[in-house]
C-alpha cells in the first residue's frame, strides 16, 4: 500500500510531538492536477469510517478511498538536499511529464 522511511517518521514524530497532534493520524490524498496528472499532500487529520489505514515505523498513515488506487506503492520520504529539505512523496506508478517539472511530488 504505503510506505513511510524512517527518516520521515522520525521528523513526523517530532512534529507530531511539537504541535500537539498526538492522537492524529497522517492523512496523504492524491487529487488531478500538476503537470503528472496527480498532485499530492498530507496532513494531520481524524481518522474516517471509510478510510484505509497502514501503521508504518509507529506513524498510523490514512487514506481516503478514492486516493487509494492513486497511493499504491507510494513512499513517504524526508530529504533533504542544497535546496532545502521536506517531505517526499514517490509514487512508482505517477507517469512521467518530461516537462522538466518537479513531477516527484515534494511537500
Known amino acids: 500500500m504505503i510506505t513511510v522511511t524512517e527518516k520521515a517518521a522520525e521528523q513526523l514524530k517530532t512534529i507530531i510531538a511539537d504541535?500537539?497532534?498526538?492522537?492524529?493520524?497522517?492523512r496523504?490524498?492524491?487529487?488531478a492536477?500538476?503537470?503528472?496528472?496527480?498532485?499530492?499532500?498530507?496532513?494531520?487529520?481524524?481518522?474516517?469510517a471509510d478510510d484505509?489505514?497502514?501503521?508504518?515505523?509507529?506513524?498510523?498513515v490514512v487514506i481516503d478511498p478514492a486516493s487509494v488506487t492513486m497511493m499504491d506503492?507510494?513512499?513517504?520520504?524526508y530529504i533533504q538536499t542544497a535546496r532545502g529539505e521536506g517531505f517526499q512523496i514517490r509514487n512508482p506508478?505517477?507517469?512521467?511529464?518530461?516537462?522538466?517539472?518537479?513531477?516527484s511530488g515534494s511537500h
Open 33 to 48: 492536477g500538476g503537470c503528472s496528472g496527480v498532485r499530492y499532500g498530507m496532513g494531520f487529520d481524524d481518522k474516517q
Open 19 to 26: 504541535q500537539g497532534m498526538e492522537g492524529k493520524s497522517l
Open 93 to 103: 506508478n505517477a507517469p512521467s511529464c518530461g516537462s522538466g517539472c518537479d513531477c
Open 73 to 77: 506503492g507510494s513512499v513517504i520520504d
Open 52 to 60: 484505509q489505514v497502514v501503521t508504518q515505523e509507529g506513524i498510523e
Open 28 to 31: 496523504v490524498y492524491a487529487e
